[in-house]
């Protein structure tokens, strides 16, 4: 019996709101069960406590563990490595539809980026008493942060080159019109939209007063420098 599988993939850089993102598709029943499958630090995880122990190979067990009744199948590929590794196992074939996920405010996510990375935290859904102790402002790792991002978008740009791609980003489509974005999200992969359940997800936006405060003073000092064209 031969089965009418429909793959798709969010591609993204962290700190861009995937994990919000995928909460919320997860919450449809209609767009399979996207995370890092191809992460390398999380694949053992996966392997050990997720997918059942069979002789399955493990782009089967993402397909038939994480599709929904539809099979529809999604995975979120946050990093430049998560793409070489589904390309190695093979996976890349099977993708017919790409989620770009993008934040608008590069200089936002690269201090959350700069405060993730140092800190270890990646997991927002704490309470802010929970929040990591505060590091030091630092204009110089904040310039590095958003480096990678313009150079990691630049590359998914050509990457992404003659595929099938929906482009949303964080700021406007996910917080402020996410109901509308995950509408036409299955429009795009041609999934019904009719009586859709209420959109759900755990995580809490990282953008407190530091964040904030932390923008304000980068922008000061680098007034006049080309940091990134759009």
């Known amino acids: 019996m031969s089965?009418?599988?429909k793959h798709y993939a969010i591609i993204t850089g962290s700190r861009s709101g995937s994990t919000h993102l995928c909460d919320l598709?997860?919450?449809?029943?209609?767009?399979?069960?996207?995370?890092?499958?191809?992460?390398?630090?999380m694949r053992p995880y996966y392997e050990a406590h997720v997918f059942p122990q069979t002789k399955q190979s493990y782009i089967d067990k993402i397909t038939w563990?994480?599709?929904k009744d539809n099979f529809v199948v999604g995975v979120k590929?946050?990093?430049?490595?998560?793409?070489?590794?589904?390309?190695?196992?093979?996976?890349?074939?099977?993708?017919?539809?790409?989620?770009?996920?993008r934040r608008s405010d590069?200089?936002?996510?690269?201090i959350s980026r700069y405060r993730a990375w140092t800190t270890g935290a990646w997991d927002w859904t704490l309470n802010k008493s929970e929040f990591p102790a505060t590091l030091e402002y630092s204009s110089d790792k904040i310039k590095n942060a958003l480096a990678s991002i313009i150079e990691e978008e630049k590359w998914m740009e050509l990457f992404l080159r003659d595929k099938k791609v929906m482009e949303i980003y964080y700021e406007s489509d996910?917080?402020?019109?996410?109901?509308?974005t995950i509408h036409a999200m299955l429009?795009?992969?041609d999934v019904?939209?009719?009586?859709?359940?209420?959109?759900?997800?755990?995580?809490?936006?990282?953008r407190d007063e530091i964040n904030l405060a932390w923008k304000e003073r980068f922008e000061n000092e680098t007034k006049g420098m080309i940091l990134w064209r759009n």
């Open 3 to 5: 089965y009418n599988f």
């Open 25 to 41: 598709i997860n919450s449809t029943n209609r767009l399979g069960r996207p995370d890092e499958y191809f992460n390398s630090d």
């Open 65 to 67: 563990f994480t599709k």
């Open 77 to 101: 590929l946050n990093h430049i490595n998560h793409i070489y590794s589904a390309y190695e196992e093979g996976y890349l074939d099977k993708v017919g539809y790409w989620i770009w996920l």
């Open 106 to 110: 590069k200089i936002l996510q690269a």
């Open 174 to 180: 996910i917080v402020n019109t996410a109901d509308q």
């Open 187 to 189: 429009e795009f992969m």
């Open 192 to 206: 019904p939209t009719n009586d859709l359940p209420p959109l759900v997800s755990a995580q809490k936006v990282m």
